[in-house]
């Protein structure tokens, strides 16, 4: 059964004291949290243990990043074993931010997907089209091959455990949201594509997030189109009443 999902991608923002008093209050206000809507938040990486503590139960937390490697030398990174270990049992992969600017193609985020089930856990798996790639007409065909090519060689079982996060590039951070229809279709050819290449009960357990300037204002009518199952929230996860209105749209 797919699940409802608000997921608040802080991207690099916040100091120590201001992530502390996002999640205080956020949990403060935990009451307001719907039954059945799973809240996560992927704050910067320092942050991720000391907040996994103050936000649980109510709230996971989920890295925005990791490496497909284990361990070794790759200086600067985090693996999946490390997360597992701090149980960090959540992470974003291939945001189109790290596609565009860290050079992630489809093959890397393949693998980076794989390195999170390997150490149990749930990628939340970003695919979307560029507005150049809209305008052409072919949002279809490149998130088609942008799921298939990170997806398709993972067993039935596995791919049910993963979070597809649709986030049209063009959509993000702007302001400018996909309509509802526009999420509505992509969302729908997303299920459909899952369930061809699996069948039908996959394509239902998997969880598919809208993302792209998902605010207070619009996340209820967004949420309500039948095939988007919650949000992937940049800017807005960052103030908690508005992410709390948000949390309450999945409802
Ligand atoms: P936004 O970001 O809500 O600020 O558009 C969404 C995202 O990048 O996940």
């Known amino acids: 059964m797919r699940k409802?999902?608000?997921?608040?991608?802080?991207?690099?923002?916040?100091?120590?004291?201001?992530?502390?008093a996002l999640v205080h209050a956020l949990i403060e206000k935990k009451a307001m949290i719907p039954a059945g809507v799973q809240v996560i938040i992927a704050p910067p990486a320092p942050y991720l243990q000391p907040l996994s503590v103050a936000a649980a139960p109510a709230i996971a937390v989920a890295a925005q990043n990791c490496s497909q490697h284990d361990s070794g030398a790759y200086t600067g990174?985090?693996?999946?074993?490390?997360?597992?270990?701090?149980?960090?049992?959540?992470?974003i992969i291939g945001h189109s931010e790290r596609r565009q600017f860290y050079g992630e193609n489809n093959e890397i985020i393949r693998t980076k997907v794989d390195a999170c089930l390997r150490n149990a856990i749930t990628p939340i798996f970003c695919c979307g089209e560029l507005l150049a790639e809209r305008n052409a007409g072919e949002h279809f065909t490149t998130v088609a091959a942008?799921?298939?090519?990170?997806?398709?060689?993972?067993s039935a079982e596995e791919v049910s455990k993963v979070v597809i996060a649709y986030e049209p590039v063009w959509a993000i951070g702007t302001g400018v949201t996909a309509s509802n229809e526009q999420a509505e279709e992509m969302h729908a050819f997303i299920r459909a594509?899952?369930?061809k290449n699996y069948n039908q009960d996959v394509a239902d357990s998997i969880s598919i997030l809208y993302g792209g300037s998902v605010n207070a204002a619009n996340a209820a009518e967004l949420f309500a189109c039948p095939n988007v199952d919650g949000g992937l929230v940049?800017?807005?996860?960052?103030?908690?009443?508005?992410?709390?209105?948000?949390?309450?749209?999945?409802?």
Do not use: R, Y
Not at 77 to 91: G, Q
């Open 146 to 154: 942008q799921v298939k090519d990170a997806l398709f060689h993972l």
């Open 193 to 195: 594509f899952v369930s």
């Open 234 to 251: 940049g800017g807005a996860s960052l103030k908690a009443d508005d992410f709390m209105t948000i949390i309450q749209a999945a409802q």
């Open 4 to 20: 409802k999902i608000v997921a608040g991608n802080w991207k690099m923002n916040k100091s120590w004291p201001e992530a502390q």
């Open 77 to 91: 990174e985090i693996s999946s074993v490390m997360l597992a270990s701090m149980h960090v049992n959540i992470c």
